[in-house]
């Protein structure tokens, strides 16, 4: 018998993830789960502060998020640690509300204080380096390292220490415990489990940016840096990049309080003949300055020219590769929607990293730049198909539009931008498609679908016809002229529509009980195995048809570029 959505095949407990089945049981690292993850830890949380926390609003978590790591420091352990004393030692300076340890080129602990003031009390008690053999920088970060003064004495005390994991299991790994599921439904939630973002690797994402900025704070003392993307959206997988920006909205706020009193008051500030020209001057000397004086940033890149300036670096003690950008309005606004989206369903979370993994074992995305589809386009495919059920289980962004008020309108760069912040506006769906349905639907949606005459808008929640030749086309949510997967061509569109069709096909025909007595991959471990040589000709036929669509495809680009430029003559 089917499990209904939001029955027996989900249930979350104080913000983890328990799987239905014995099969699942004992086999899926718990982590936190759903969107409680982009969500502020809170201390012994019981069902009503769970539901309570879950409803706060993208703003109000980023801000609690922000606060907290600006009352934590990383510490750079010694390999021989007793974890009592040291927590013992940090308590002399203040209450510590969390801690975790992990492994990054050795043994690391975040640890959170209570109060900001405990930290400054820390850095009195801390040492400058020794600088005999090389000059040092004399900029007291919230990094440091402690070694142990009698490492002899103290060896016999050590304890071991839970080190919290930063990365996700191999998939081979991964498809073993698939195979010990009792349905898609189960599978899916334990690969959601282990390739999403964990409490831990939040807070220390968090904290990169809350050093960065402290950087960039010697410069401009009202900035912030902020994560945006997968860091912050509910769809962030362990080890992905951390997106972050800088932030000047508190200096139009400072700017606005002046203007009390009987004169008019302003700073006098450099001004520059455009935004973008600051923008880069920003970041050069902000990327300089972390390549000069940054404990642990290296490999730094100053990429001013390309369309969004920004700087790349690795952050070594967190062990992330960064992007830093400044004031990406449209992105957090996508961020904020995607986090929405996220929060609605569960369903819409596991179904949306099953498909980008799933994409990535067969080269359908990648992480560099490229032809492909990246998984940002693959995240709007997945809304659309959700907006696309019958009846939806995520509303358009029209429909969130119409539930906003006057504090949730944002125009950015006469882009209107707007809608419901307050997840309590948003009645829930009343679809009740298991993720079982719901994976095999969408392989069958998209393997079907005319792209060579329709388009994707995730804001209308229909096809509409395709404004101009791409083979693939996505509205861009916000910028409307834009389309979000221009990069891709024909033939990895082609790829796609096969892998899809194949996918299809394989859910489809399997024999779920006969596979589980031979003992081979079924459900979605089957699909995370690459489709090989055996089912080379079953291909073949999957991609009957889509030559045929290429040529339609070219001919009718042709004819529109043609109707496009007899529209100008007329217009001229």
């Not at 879950?54 to 790591?69: H, P, S």
């Not at 990406?328 to 596991?350: H, K, P, Q, T």
């Not at 998984?375 to 906003?404: A, G, Y």
């Not at 079907?448 to 996505?474: A, Q």
């Amino acid at each position: 018998m089917a499990l209904r959505a939001g029955g027996p095949a989900l249930v979350l407990l104080r913000g983890r993830l328990r799987l239905p089945g014995p099969a699942a049981r004992g086999h899926a690292r718990l982590g936190r789960s759903g969107a409680a993850a982009a969500q502020p830890a809170t201390e012994e949380p019981g069902e009503d502060a769970e539901i309570s926390t879950r409803k706060k609003t993208f703003a109000e978590v980023q801000t609690e998020r922000l606060d907290q790591a600006e009352r934590t420091v990383l510490i750079k352990c010694p390999s021989k640690l007793n974890e009592k004393k040291l927590l013992q030692y940090l308590s002399s300076h203040g209450n510590v509300k969390s801690h975790f340890f992990f492994e990054n080129r050795g043994i690391s602990a975040l640890i959170e204080f209570s109060e900001k003031s405990s930290i400054a009390s820390l850095q009195d008690a801390v040492g400058i380096p020794d600088a005999s053999e090389h000059h040092v920088v004399p900029f007291k970060s919230r990094l440091f390292t402690f070694t142990l003064k009698n490492p002899v004495s103290q060896r016999v005390e050590e304890t071991p220490l839970h080190l919290s994991p930063q990365c996700h299991i191999p998939v081979k790994d991964l498809i073993q415990k698939l195979c010990l599921a009792d349905s898609i439904s189960s599978q899916m939630y334990i690969l959601l489990n282990e390739y999403q973002l964990t409490e831990e690797n939040i807070k220390l994402r968090f904290l990169a940016c809350s050093l960065v900025r402290d950087f960039a704070r010697a410069y401009f003392p009202d900035s912030t840096v902020k994560p945006f993307g997968s860091s912050v959206n509910t769809f962030g997988k362990l080890g992905s990049d951390v997106d972050m920006f800088l932030d000047f909205h508190d200096t139009g706020k400072h700017a606005t309080k002046m203007k009390k009193g009987p004169f008019e008051m302003e700073y006098q500030m450099k001004r520059l003949p455009s935004e973008r020209l600051a923008t880069q001057r920003i970041l050069s000397v902000i990327g300089d300055c972390l390549d000069n004086f940054g404990p642990g940033c290296v490999n730094v890149q100053k990429i001013l020219n390309a369309r969004c300036p920004l700087v790349k670096f690795s952050h070594q003690p967190t062990g992330f590769q960064c992007d830093l950008s400044v004031s990406n309005s449209i992105a957090i606004r996508s961020s904020e929607l995607l986090y929405i989206y996220g929060c609605l369903d569960s369903r819409v979370r596991a179904l949306v990293f099953t498909i980008r993994c799933w994409a990535r074992v067969h080269g359908l995305t990648n992480s560099a730049p490229g032809t492909w589809i990246t998984n940002f386009s693959l995240t709007m495919m997945v809304m659309f198909f959700l907006q696309k059920r019958s009846p939806p289980i995520i509303p358009t962004l029209d429909q969130l539009k119409e539930l906003s008020d006057e504090k949730d309108k944002h125009i950015i760069g006469g882009y209107d931008c707007s809608f419901v912040s307050d997840l309590r506006k948003i009645k829930p769906t009343k679809n009740t498609e298991t993720l079982d349905v719901l994976l095999g639907e969408f392989f069958e949606y998209f393997g079907n679908f005319d792209f060579r005459k329709n388009s994707i808008n995730l804001r209308k929640g229909k096809e509409v016809n395709k404004p101009e030749s791409s083979p693939l086309y996505i509205w861009n949510p916000f910028e409307q002229d834009l389309n979000i997967s221009k990069n891709v061509n024909q033939p990895q569109l082609e790829k796609f529509i096969a892998m899809a069709r194949e996918s299809a096909w394989i859910l489809q025909k399997e024999d779920k009980t006969q596979q589980m007595i031979n003992k081979e991959p079924w459900g979605l471990a089957a699909l995370l195995i690459p489709f090989g040589k055996s089912n080379s000709s079953r291909m073949k036929n999957r991609m009957k048809g889509i030559g045929s669509e290429t040529i339609k495809s070219l001919l009718d680009s042709l004819k529109l570029n043609n109707a496009n430029s007899q529209q100008k003559a007329v217009g001229k």
